[in-house]
Nanobody
C-alpha cells in the first residue's frame, strides 16, 4: 500500500507564507513525478506545480514567482513553499505522485489533502 501524507496547511493572512510537505511511503520502486493540485469551492481541481525525477518543473500561471516546488529524493518528500499568498489561493491542496511500486507498474496516487485558507 502506497500512502501520501500532506502537512503544513493552515490559516494565514494575505501576503503571508506557508510551506506544505508531502511524504510518500510504502513499497515504492521509483517515483517519477510528484506535485500539488488544489481545489477551491465551486471549482475543479487544478494543477499547481509538478516536479519530475529528471528535474523538470511546471507551475500554474497564477502561482509563478510566488510558489516554489522542490523534492527530497532520499526521503520521498515533495515541498511547496507558498509566498505572498492571496485569498484566491484558498483551497484544499492535494499531493500527487506518479510512481512504480515493487510489485506493479506506474500508477497515480493521491493524498487526502490539506486546507489552506488565506484571509484577513
Amino acid at each position: 500500500q502506497v500512502q501520501l501524507v500532506e502537512s503544513g496547511g493552515g490559516l494565514v493572512q494575505p501576503g503571508g507564507s506557508l510551506r506544505l510537505s508531502c511524504v510518500a511511503s510504502g513499497s515504492i520502486f521509483t517515483i517519477y513525478t510528484m506535485g500539488w493540485h488544489r481545489q477551491a469551492p465551486g471549482k475543479q481541481r487544478e494543477l499547481v506545480a509538478t516536479i519530475t525525477n529528471t528535474g523538470n518543473i511546471n507551475y500554474e500561471d497564477s502561482v509563478k514567482g510566488r510558489f516554489t516546488i522542490s523534492r527530497d529524493y532520499a526521503k520521498n518528500t515533495v515541498y511547496l513553499e507558498m509566498n505572498n499568498l492571496k485569498p484566491e489561493d484558498t483551497a484544499v491542496y492535494y499531493c500527487n505522485a506518479r510512481l512504480a511500486t515493487m510489485a506493479g507498474p506506474m500508477n497515480t496516487y493521491w493524498g487526502q489533502g490539506t486546507q489552506v485558507t488565506v484571509s484577513s
